[in-house]
């Protein structure tokens, strides 16, 4: 007979996943700038063989970066919700202990999803300006 799951270990299994899914986030950050240095670079030393479509990798490469980023926090923004509801039955009536999720949300965690998507929209914009700039200055016409 199958094992029934506690709230404590429920919670605990999502909070590792939210550990996770920030991990994730973080090599999407690192890969993305991984992206848009490895292409630009190979671009300024090898323009003279490359096709003017290639200077739009990076833009796209961070709009997928950033898209992913976002799915990630949806996906922690949803378990968040849940493990406020265990929480409040967890905590009930404690008034300093409140647990972490309805921490963060009364200290507006929200915020952080805000500034990555700000962040991660101005990147992307300067990305594709400067792509649109070097392919019309003809950097891109070898």
Known sequence: MAEKLSHFEQYK?????????????Y???FWGAAALAGVYSFLFTHKAHAHDLVWFIPPFALFICGLRTWLLFRRMRLIGRYLRAVEEEAFPAERKLIGWE??????????IVVSSICIWTAVFVAALAASIYFWFCGYGFG
């Open 27 to 29: 090599r999407t950050e």
């Open 13 to 25: 299994m999502l909070r590792e996943e939210i550990m996770q899914y920030m991990r994730e986030t």
């Open 102 to 111: 309805r921490y963060l949300s009364k200290q507006g965690g929200i915020g």
